[in-house]
């Protein structure tokens, strides 16, 4: 069974640009999630999909973060303008019942 | 909501060593708790898992325990092999908020 998959794997960009990260779940995994984690730190629920509604998103940063699954499959996170305090790892996760499966994640560095 | 405290940040032993790692959790409606094996540059793979009807679990080396009056879980690996270096992470899941809160992390380091 193949994993979660996640690209890209790195990014370096200059603070008040934009950047997108995407991720494809576990086949059959109707809960997709998105996790932020600084270094040093677990990781942190930024928004949860169950199919292609959101289930919780009160931990991400509306102002300049988007994220949707348009057809209950992938998804797509965006930061838009990045921030200094945004590099960290993006991780997204997918699960069936409770059991969460974590991707590669993305390494974000905002310069 | 639910907090998560971890203990110790970080761990050091000898291999061959046994290593515990405990976690403390505040909502009693908690009823799923895993752990995450997070080694360098890679997600974090679950490695155990424990629902709140069973008191332990053990696989091969590893095991976790959970105290639901004291609201206390821990992991026990047994027998510790440089390969089990890594972080780890407890979390726990509360039914209906369907939120995985996570640790601060555990950096075990085994020593050859």
């Known amino acids: 069974e193949a994993g979660v998959a996640q690209s890209p794997r790195y990014k370096i960009i200059e603070k008040r640009q934009s950047v997108a990260f995407w991720c494809n779940p576990i086949s059959g995994h109707a809960t997709l999630y998105w996790y932020q984690q600084i270094l040093g730190q677990g990781p942190k629920l930024l928004i949860q999909?169950?199919?292609?509604?959101?289930?919780?998103d009160s931990q991400l940063p509306k102002d300049r973060f988007s994220a949707e699954r348009l057809k209950g499959v992938d998804s797509t996170l965006k930061i838009q303008p990045a921030k200094l305090e945004d590099s960290a790892v993006y991780l997204c996760?997918?699960?069936?019942?409770?059991?969460?499966?974590f991707g590669p994640g993305t390494r974000l560095t905002v310069t | 909501g639910e907090n998560v405290e971890q203990h110790p940040s970080t761990l050091s032993v000898q291999e061959g060593d046994s290593a515990v790692i405990k976690c403390t959790y505040s909502d009693s409606a908690s009823n799923y708790f895993p752990w995450y094996k997070q080694e360098l540059g890679k997600g974090p793979q679950l490695i155990i898992d424990?629902?709140?009807?069973?008191g332990e679990k053990k696989d091969q080396r590893i095991a976790v325990t959970l105290n639901k009056t004291a609201k206390h879980f821990s992991l026990h690996i047994t027998e510790t092999q440089p390969e089990d270096s890594a972080v780890y992470f407890c979390a726990a899941f509360r039914g209906g908020s369907e939120k995985l809160v996570f640790g601060k992390g555990t950096k075990l380091t085994v020593n050859p």
């Open positions: 424990i629902r709140s009807n069973v």
């Open positions: 999909f169950q199919n292609n509604g959101v289930v919780d």
């Open positions: 996760a997918s699960s069936l019942d409770n059991e969460q499966y």
